[in-house]
């Protein structure tokens, strides 16, 4: 049964920058896709980054350009490094392992807060 912990996260000003990381363990994660979702109160649970087992990424439209996803097999972790952030960027974030190389996402951690001050 994998665990993953995510840390990094916190309060930050608008423009700023925070780098997430998740850490596994019980389970490699190298033949896996990772993500990050992210859920502010009121609103679904929602993808913000994803990176297939071969290093594809996509992003959600709202982070392209400011969101960086990475990982690190050799670790066992992934990271999101978030740049120019905004108050609509304040979320609980999430790391995800998927069930295969591509997606399937169905391991979820605690959660980090990350709040944007204007």
């Known amino acids: 049964q994998v665990q993953l912990v995510e840390s990094g996260g916190g309060l930050v000003q608008a423009g700023g920058s925070l780098t997430l990381s998740c850490a596994a363990s019980?389970?490699?994660?190298?033949?896996?896709?990772m993500g990050w979702f992210r859920q502010s109160p009121g609103n679904q649970r929602e993808l913000v980054a994803r990176?297939?087992?071969?290093?594809?990424?996509y992003y959600a439209d709202s982070v392209k350009g400011r969101f960086t996803i990475s990982r690190d097999n050799a670790k066992n972790t992934v990271s999101l490094q978030m740049n120019t952030l905004k108050p609509e960027d304040t979320a609980v974030y999430y790391c995800?392992?998927?069930?295969?190389?591509?997606?399937?996402?169905?391991?979820w951690g605690r959660g980090t807060q990350v709040t944007v001050s204007t």
């Open positions: 995800s392992l998927g069930r295969n190389a591509i997606g399937g996402f169905a391991s």
């Open positions: 019980g389970s490699r994660i190298s033949s896996n896709a």
């Open positions: 990176i297939t087992a071969g290093g594809n990424t």
